[in-house]
């Protein structure tokens, strides 16, 4: 019977060991109500136990607190009560003798009006004849020599300088002019540098903005490339105030354009029968290149829109008349001096100052000239013609200024140009130039 029952119980045991049943989900809803109200006092006795701790810790620091000023008080005490006998007991072996401290020439100009009042232990005074005549005395100067005072009721520079040989590493006479006493100290003023001065110089990106969609225009800046473009002068700078600043200077700007295409020779002279030295016209964006030299000839390999002349290629050939080959491209240069009006705003003043720069600038021709390269020299060919004597344009950028010290700094200004009126209006075209440089100096401050 008993193995009976055995057999049973691992028959259940068996079969139900892996078996699970979930209760109602009511049966959760009534249990969590009642687990809320016992964590409730749990909470409770934590803030209260929290708010005990830091009471007591406040009473006990206000306690040491009381105490650590009691006890700083007492000393206090102490060492004026020590100072007070020390005033009042002065040592006589102290006292030196003065007349050993000075020159024959000071005793015989002595001057017997002037005493020295010392104090002796037994309350008594006696004042001593100064043997000095100095005629800027120091009133009543007192000082400490080893633990006795010395009172001086009337005395000299020299007697001063006396009392500086007992002047040790924990005693220090201390003496005041009166007459600084009641007068505020004046402090020199910092000078601040409103000036300066610096030499920029800046390689640029030159290209041209056509704001139209002319076909004829979109073909010639085709054939044009940008070439070596340069930026470079002098800059004043006048500091208005912390962080704004107005600069000006001089700059010499040049910049050009590759036209591809335009095959150049030389030796035409003798073949020109015309008279006149414009053969040949050139249409570019930035204007009409025409030839000044007579001994050029020139052949346009790519398209007949771009030039004109009456020495076609029905009418002259270079290679039958053997004209010397040149180039097969021309260069157009365009110098300019700029007179800028710039406003400077120091955004980030540190060792490395952050400014943002911008305005505007006024640019006078100086130079036109249009060549083709040989052998790494230039064989001028003529000049663009139609091109605005003065242009504006506008600036923007951010200058970077590292100070080496306290007056030169070093200068990293990346800016971008944008030329307001075009350089020329020729067959209606408005071209507006723009470039993109970075330039870099030093700066001088004054």
Do not use: C
């Not at 969609?213 to 490339?225: G, I, P, T």
């Amino acid at each position: 019977m008993d193995e009976k029952k055995a057999n049973i119980d691992l028959v259940f045991r068996n079969g139900l060991k892996d078996y699970e049943v979930l209760p109602p989900t009511e049966v959760w809803n009534n249990i969590r109500p009642v687990v809320r109200n016992k964590l409730r006092p749990l909470i409770i006795l934590r803030t209260a136990a929290t708010i005990a701790i830091l009471l007591s810790l406040t009473f006990l620091a206000y306690r040491m607190n009381r105490q650590i000023n009691g006890s700083v008080e007492n000393n206090l005490i102490t060492l004026n009560d020590e100072s007070e006998s020390r005033q009042t007991t002065p040592v006589r072996e102290s006292i030196i003798p003065l007349q050993n401290f000075l020159t024959p020439s000071d005793a015989s100009s002595a001057n017997t009006n002037r005493y020295i009042r010392t104090y002796f232990p037994d309350n008594s005074e006696q004042d001593i004849p100064s043997t000095t005549s100095d005629p800027d005395p120091v009133q009543n100067v007192t000082y400490l020599a080893g633990s006795d005072n010395i009172s001086v009721s009337e005395s000299t520079s020299r007697v001063y300088d006396l009392l500086l040989l007992f002047e040790t590493a924990d005693t220090k006479i201390k003496t005041e002019d009166p007459a600084t006493l009641f007068a505020p100290e004046i402090l020199p003023e910092k000078k601040t540098e409103k000036w300066s001065i610096a030499a920029l110089l800046s390689p640029t990106y030159h290209t041209n903005f056509y704001p139209g969609n002319d076909q004829a225009a979109s073909r010639l800046r085709d054939d044009e490339q940008p070439l070596f473009s340069y930026s470079g002068g002098v800059a004043f700078s006048y500091k208005l105030n912390k962080r704004v600043s107005v600069q000006s200077g001089l700059y010499y700007s040049s910049f050009g354009q590759e036209l591809s295409g335009i095959t150049s020779f030389g030796g035409f002279q003798p073949y020109d029968y015309t008279k006149s030295g414009r053969n040949f016209e050139v249409l570019t964006t930035s204007g009409l290149v025409y030839t000044s030299n007579a001994d050029i000839f020139l052949i346009d390999s790519r398209s007949d829109s771009r030039l004109t002349t009456r020495y076609t290629k029905d009418y002259f050939d270079p290679t039958k008349a053997n004209l010397q080959y040149i180039d097969n491209s021309l260069r157009q240069n365009f110098s300019y001096l700029e007179l800028p009006v710039i406003v400077r705003y120091k955004l980030i003043d540190k060792t490395i100052d952050f400014n943002l720069v911008g305005g505007l600038s006024s640019n006078l021709l100086v130079n036109n000239s249009v060549y083709a390269a040989v052998d790494g020299g230039k064989y001028q060919v003529g000049k663009t013609e139609g091109l605005n004597l003065v242009t504006f344009s506008s600036s923007l950028g951010m200058g970077m200024e590292y100070n080496i010290s306290n007056n030169l700094s070093l200068n990293l200004e990346p800016t971008f140009r944008y030329y307001l009126n075009p350089v020329s209006q020729t067959m209606g075209l408005r071209i507006h130039p723009y470039s993109f440089g970075i330039f870099s100096g030093i700066s001088y401050r004054f």
